[in-house]
């Protein structure tokens, strides 16, 4: 089960990080290697946004999700 483990605050800047990178992607590194890394980079910070939870968090045991004691 994926229970959430990232903050409001960590999840704005990974929005943010994500528009950068997508848009840095597809618009100036369009069609090279760079810019395949970025959309990879870009969607992978989109999705742990979008839902909440970083596999990469759950290894190191970082949770940045306040709890709701």
């Given at each position: 089960?994926?229970?959430a483990?990232?903050?409001s605050l960590d999840r704005l800047i990974r929005?943010?990080?994500a528009a950068t990178l997508l848009s840095l992607g597809l618009m100036i590194?369009?069609?090279?290697?760079v810019g395949t890394l970025?959309?990879?980079g870009g969607a992978v910070m989109l999705a742990t946004a979008l839902f909440g939870f970083c596999?990469?968090?759950r290894l190191l045991g970082i949770n940045t999700q306040k709890s709701h004691e």
């Open positions: 089960m994926m229970n483990n990232v903050g929005f943010m990080i590194y369009s069609g090279s290697w970025l959309l990879v596999g990469l968090y």
